[in-house]
C-alpha cells in the first residue's frame, strides 16, 4: 500500500539553525500538508500546498516557515531560524482530493 | 473558530471490555468529522470518517455516528484487544470552508491482557 515517508526521523539543531524536514508524498496525490505536535498538545495545522503554491496557511507559519516542491516528488519544511519552541513532531500529510489525509510516521525535532 | 475536544487519558481498559472516547466540537456550517488512530512509532490512520449528520462511520470493530444536535462524535468498541492500544485523535475538516483539519488533543488508549 502507497504511503507517506519523511526524514529524517529524528534531528536534533542548535537554536537559530537552519532545518529542511523532507517528505515523499503519495505519488498521485496533489494536496500537501505540514501538520505539527508540541509534545502533550494537540496536533496543530501549519500549511496546506497545491498547484504548486500555498492554498492555505496557518498563524503559526510566519515567515521562518517555508515550502517548497522542488521536483515531481519531494516536499519539504525548512525553518530558517529555529527557536526552543519549534521543537515538535512534525507531520507530513498527502491528499488526492483534499478530502482524505494520508500522513506520514513524522519528524521528531529538538531544539537546543 | 473550529475546535475539537476530546477526553483526557490514559484509558486504560481490559481486553474485551467496551471502549468509549468522547468527542464534541464547535464549528459553523457542516463539517465533516474523523477519527484518527496513531500507533507506537508511527504517523496518524484514519480511522474512519463521517461527512454529514446521522452518518456512522466504522471499520475494524470501531464505531462513530455524528451527532449535529449534541455537536459530538464519540468513538466506540464493543470489545477491545490489545493491538488497540495507541493514541486516538477526533478531527473536523470544513466547518468554516478550511480544509485543514482541526484536532483535538489525543487519548491515548491502553488495554491490558
Known amino acids: 500500500e502507497p504511503e507517506v515517508t519523511q526524514t529524517p526521523s529524528h534531528q536534533v539543531t542548535q537554536m537559530g539553525q537552519e532545518v529542511i524536514l523532507r517528505c515523499v508524498p503519495i505519488s498521485n496525490h496533489l494536496y500537501f500538508y505540514w501538520y505539527r505536535q508540541i509534545l502533550g498538545q494537540k496536533v496543530e495545522f501549519l500549511v496546506s500546498f497545491y498547484n504548486n503554491e500555498i492554498s492555505e496557511k496557518s498563524e503559526i507559519f510566519d515567515d521562518q516557515f517555508s515550502v517548497e516542491r522542488p521536483d515531481g516528488s519531494n516536499f519539504t519544511l525548512k525553518i530558517r531560524s529555529t527557536k526552543l519552541e519549534d521543537s515538535a513532531m512534525y507531520f507530513c500529510?498527502?491528499?488526492?482530493?483534499?478530502?482524505?489525509?494520508?500522513f506520514g510516521p513524522g519528524t521528531r525535532l529538538l531544539v537546543l | 473558530g473550529d475546535s475539537v475536544t476530546q477526553m483526557e487519558g490514559p484509558v486504560t481498559l481490559s481486553e474485551e471490555a467496551f471502549l468509549t472516547i468522547n468527542c464534541t466540537y464547535t464549528?459553523?456550517?457542516?463539517?465533516?468529522l474523523f477519527w484518527y488512530v496513531q500507533y507506537p512509532g508511527e504517523g496518524l490512520q484514519l480511522l474512519l470518517k463521517a461527512t454529514k449528520a446521522d452518518d456512522k462511520g466504522s471499520n475494524k470493530g470501531f464505531e462513530a455516528t455524528y451527532r449535529k444536535e449534541t455537536t459530538s462524535f464519540h468513538l466506540e468498541k464493543g470489545s477491545v484487544q490489545v493491538s488497540d492500544s495507541a493514541v486516538y485523535f477526533c478531527a473536523l475538516q470544513g466547518g468554516t470552508g478550511r480544509r485543514a483539519l482541526t484536532f483535538g488533543s489525543g487519548t491515548r488508549l491502553q488495554v491490558q491482557p
Open positions: 500529510a498527502s491528499s488526492e482530493r483534499a478530502d482524505l489525509l494520508y
Open positions: 464549528a459553523t456550517g457542516y463539517p465533516s
